[in-house]
C-alpha cells in the first residue's frame, strides 16, 4: 500500500474538518429549529386548553340562572358541554358572603374547596370570566377558568372548569421523541452529504497534486541520466585541459538535450491538466529515432539501428520522448549478466520495435510494466514506460511488450501513419 504524500494527508484532515463543521453547524440550527417548534407546540397546546376552558365556563355560566334569588342548576346538568373531558364545579357565595359548592363533575380533578373560592372571587372581583392555574385535589397541576353568574346586579355565583394538561404534555413528549430522532436522522443525512461535497471538492487539489508528484517524478527519471553524463564530462574535461573543448562541446550538447526534456515533461503536465493542445505535424519517425540514439550517453552498449523511412503525424518532442525511454528501458534491464547491453532498434510502417537480450518480461508482468509506478529490479521510479504508454494512447497507437525469438523482450511503439488520434 502507497503511503499518502503529507499535502494529501493535510487535504484529509482538512475534508474530515469541514465535514465535522459542516456536522455542528447543521445539529445547531436543527437544534434551534426543534426548540422554537417545541415552544411554538407547547404555547398552542397551553392555548387551547385554556380556550377550551374558557368557552365551557362562559357558556354554562350563561346556561344556569338565578330566579328570586334561587339558583337553578337544572340546564347545567343536562347540557353536553358538562359531559366533556373537563371537570365542572359551581360554587355559590349566600347574603353573608359565603362561599359553598352547589355542583361538582368528575372532582379527582377539581382544586380543593379554598382552591375553587379563590378562582371564584377573583372572577367575581374582574367580572370576567378568568383562567389560571390551580392544583387539583391530587396534586396535579392544572388550568381552570371561572366565570361569573350574574344574579341580577350582583354575582351570586362562579362556575368553575377544570382542565388536565396531561394529555397535551404526553402529545408534546411524542412530538420530542419524533423531533429527536429526525434531527438525529438529519444529521446524519447531512454529515454523509457534507462529506460528499467535501471529498469532490477537494478532488481538484488532489488531482493537481498528483500532477505535481508525477511531474516530479518524470522530471528525475528523465534528467537523471543526462545530469550523470553531465558530471561525468566535465569531470573529464577538468582531470584532461587539452579536452576541455570537447568537454565544452559535450556538455553544450547534453544541456541542449535536458532542455528538450524539459519542454517535453513541461508538454504534456499542459496535455493533461487541459492547457495545451498537441501540436501534430508530419514527421519522419525514423529521424526522430536516429536523433535519439545519436544523443545516448557513451556507456560501452551496443545499440543498432535499421530504419525505413516512416512519416506519421504527432509531437515531436512527445514521440521522442517515448522512444528515448523504450531504449532507456532495454539498456538497463536487457543485458545478461556479466555482459554488456545489446539493443537492436527497427523503424518500419509506423512501428518503432527495441529489442535486448536480458531475461525476458513474464507475460502475467507485461501490462503491469507499464503503470505509473511499476518499478523494475533494478529500481528507478518506474514510470519510463508509463509516459511510453500514456504517449501512445495520446497518438491512438499502442505500446506493448513481447518475447523476441532466441531470448530477451520486444518493446514496440506504434503510431497510426495516417491517424491524427483523438482530439485533445
Known sequence: ?????????????????????????????????????????????????????NRRATALARAVYYDQ??????????????????????????????????????????????????????????????????????????????????????IGAVVVAVGDPAAG???????????????????????????????RSMRPALRALDQQEQFLSEAAHELRTPLATLRLVTEAGARSPGESAKALGDATRLVDQMGRLVAGLLTRARVQVGTQRVERTALRLDQVVEQVVGELPASGAEVTVRAEPTVVHGDPELLAQAVRN???????????????????????????????????????????????????????????????????????????ISDAPGGGAVAELVIPRESSGPPV
Not at 372532582?107 to 370576567?128: F, I, N, Y
Not at 421523541?177 to 436522522?185: F, I, N, P, T, Y
Open 1 to 53: 500500500m502507497i503511503a499518502d504524500s503529507p499535502a494529501v494527508s493535510r487535504l484529509r484532515r482538512l475534508r474530515w474538518m469541514l465535514t465535522g463543521l459542516f456536522t455542528l453547524t447543521t445539529t445547531v440550527c436543527l437544534a434551534a429549529l426543534a426548540a422554537v417548534a417545541l415552544a411554538i407546540d407547547a404555547r398552542s397546546r397551553a392555548d387551547a386548553l385554556d380556550g377550551d376552558l
Open 69 to 154: 334569588g334561587v339558583l337553578h342548576l337544572g340546564p347545567l346538568r343536562e347540557d353536553d358541554l358538562v359531559q366533556g373531558p373537563a371537570a365542572v364545579a359551581v360554587v355559590e357565595w349566600d347574603a353573608a358572603d359565603h362561599a359553598r359548592q352547589r355542583f361538582a363533575r368528575r372532582p379527582a380533578l377539581l382544586p380543593r374547596p379554598a382552591g375553587l373560592s379563590e378562582a371564584g372571587e377573583r372572577a367575581r372581583h374582574d367580572q370576567e370570566t378568568v383562567v389560571e392555574r390551580g392544583t387539583a385535589a391530587d396534586g396535579r397541576t392544572v388550568r381552570l377558568a371561572a366565570a361569573p353568574v350574574w344574579d341580577d346586579d350582583r
Open 169 to 199: 404534555q404526553r402529545d408534546h413528549d411524542r412530538l420530542v421523541r419524533w423531533l429527536v430522532l429526525g434531527g438525529l436522522g438529519l444529521v446524519t443525512a447531512a454529515a454523509g452529504a457534507g462529506h460528499l461535497l467535501s471529498g
Open 326 to 400: 523504450l531504449i532507456d528501458n532495454a539498456l538497463k534491464h536487457g543485458a545478461a549478466p556479466g555482459e554488456r547491453a545489446r539493443v537492436d532498434v527497427v523503424v518500419a510502417e509506423g512501428r518503432v520495435a527495441v529489442r535486448d537480450h536480458g531475461p525476458g518480461v513474464a507475460p502475467a508482468a507485461r501490462e503491469r510494466v507499464f503503470g505509473r509506478r511499476a518499478a523494475g529490479p533494478g529500481g528507478g521510479t518506474g514510470i519510463g514506460l508509463a509516459i511510453v504508454r500514456w504517449v501512445a494512447d495520446l497518438h491512438s497507437g499502442t505500446a506493448r
